[in-house]
Nanobody, 128 residues
Framework: QVKFIESGGGLMQAGGSLRVSCSSY???????????MAWFRQAPRKVRELVAAISWNGQVTSYADSVKGRFTNSRDNRQATAYLQMNNLKLEDAAFYYC??????????????????WGQGTQVTVSS
């Protein structure tokens, strides 16, 4: 069994920064390095959308157009943790943020349906 737990959400003013983390806990020998990792977000009355994804070795990334240049997705395989650094936050970034994982094949998955494991989510609130 493998679990992913997010932390680091909270309240920030527009223009500020937050970093959310996603730590992996596996009990069946599966290692964090096996997974592609992604961040999705969902705001009230909106569909869940991809924010960013990163390959198992961190060399391939994908970002939603709305966050390019502001958000950075990274991972530390030794710490079994993925990070989403969010800078210059905007009101429209407010949402519940989820980390997700799936076994990495050849291409970096970018659809929610392609991810098998999900964290419980963390709330990000942006104030004006």
């Amino acid at each position: 069994q493998v679990k992913f737990i997010e932390s680091g959400g909270g309240l920030m003013q527009a223009g500020g920064s937050l970093r959310v983390s996603c730590s992996s806990y596996a009990t069946d020998g599966r290692t964090f390095v096996s997974f592609a990792m992604a961040w999705f977000r969902q705001a009230p009355r909106k569909v869940r959308e991809l924010v960013a994804a990163i390959s198992w070795n961190g060399q391939v990334t994908s970002y939603a157009d709305s966050v390019k240049g502001r958000f950075t997705n990274s991972r530390d395989n030794r710490q079994a943790t993925a990070y989403l650094q969010m800078n210059n936050l905007k009101l429209e970034d407010a949402a519940f943020y989820y980390c997700a994982a799936t076994y990495m094949l050849q291409e970096l998955p970018t659809l929610a349906s392609q991810y098998d494991y999900w964290g419980q989510g963390t709330q990000v609130t942006v104030s004006s």
